[in-house]
């Protein structure tokens, strides 16, 4: 046996502002600078799902590859691609969607809809990458969020 | 502390288990389980690990880990048919996972005299497939 670990990556194309409501405009213009331009801007995203396991000696594959583009099609790039973010992803809703939090909201919606999909199989779910350009990118592990209440978990499974 | 070096080389494989049904490996593998087979141009980065001499700067000689990793890797696989040509592939799936994990075995013992062990090996099988093994 062998546990190993496999990165599989996929893109989405989405817009967003980056805007909190926990400032005043000026302060969100002095932080955010052009992310902050009123009708919002866009980015070709590339997203890195990272699994691992103990690899199927007959098989030598962690997952069906097609079970897992589904996976994140149906639960990530279905509402995620050509969308707004701000005003078409429930939690951003009050929550500036800087990639830092898209990289969360990301892992927590997989989290969520993970045992449903593929529980029972030994494949873990490590972490998620998002490149916001080739220059900025962002990574969460699984399990960072062991206190849940800081985002409503509701959210999570609303279809946006 | 970690140093990486990158290569690649270009294989044909195809992707089906003796132990399952035709179905059963058309529906695990998809197009990587055709029967005429096809090809990656694949990269592997190999992770070394160690400290660096006192007096060089280095932890290892990179013109060496070059050497190694074309006389391990490159040369018997570039330019091959995984399945026909390369052990253990005439009996062992070349999913990207189990070369990964060839690749390293054959590795390991290459650098275990030193001054860099072998620390991880990362094959990416295209750019957006990658899949890694530290031996464990």
Redesign the interface.
């Known amino acids: 046996m062998?546990?190993?670990?496999?990165?599989?990556?996929?893109r989405f194309s989405a817009a967003h502002r980056l805007h909190t409501p926990l400032l005043s405009d000026e302060e969100n213009r002095a932080i955010y600078g052009k992310c902050n331009y009123p009708y919002g801007h866009g980015h070709n995203f590339v997203l890195e799902i990272v699994i691992s396991g103990e690899?199927p000696p007959?098989?030598?594959?962690?997952l069906?590859?097609?079970a897992l583009d589904g996976f994140v099609r149906e639960v990530i790039l279905s509402r995620f691609d050509h969308v707004n973010l701000n005003t078409q992803v429930g939690e951003f809703s009050a929550l500036s969607p800087t990639t830092e939090n898209l990289s969360r909201v990301v892992l927590r919606r997989l989290e969520s809809a993970w045992p449903h999909w593929f529980g029972g199989r030994g494949v873990k779910l490590e972490k998620v990458r998002i490149w916001e350009t080739g220059r900025n990118i962002f990574e969460e592990s699984a399990g960072w969020d062991s206190k849940k209440e800081e985002l409503p978990l509701d959210m999570v499974t609303t279809k946006s | 502390m970690l140093l990486t070096r990158r290569i690649e080389f270009s294989a044909s494989h195809r992707c089906v288990s003796g132990e399952l049904s035709e179905a059963a490996n058309h529906a695990l593998y998809g197009a990587e389980s055709n029967e005429s087979g096809h090809g990656h141009n694949y990269a592997l980065e190999v992770t070394l690990e160690g400290e660096p001499d006192p007096v060089t700067g280095m932890v290892v000689d990179l013109k060496e880990v070059k050497s190694v990793l074309e006389r391990a890797v490159v040369a018997p696989m570039d330019h091959r048919h995984l399945n026909h040509e390369v052990e253990p592939f005439d009996r062992v799936v070349p999913t990207a996972e189990n070369l990964a994990v060839e690749i390293y075995r054959r590795l390991a013992p290459e650098f275990a005299a030193g001054p860099a062990r072998l620390r991880s090996v990362r094959l990416y099988e295209t750019e957006d497939l990658w899949v890694e093994y530290e031996g464990r």
């Not at chain 1, 062998?2 to 996929?10: D, S």
């Not at chain 1, 007959?58 to 962690?62: F, H, I, W």
């Open positions: 062998a546990r190993v670990l496999l990165g599989r990556r996929y690899l007959v098989t030598g594959r962690l069906p590859l097609a």
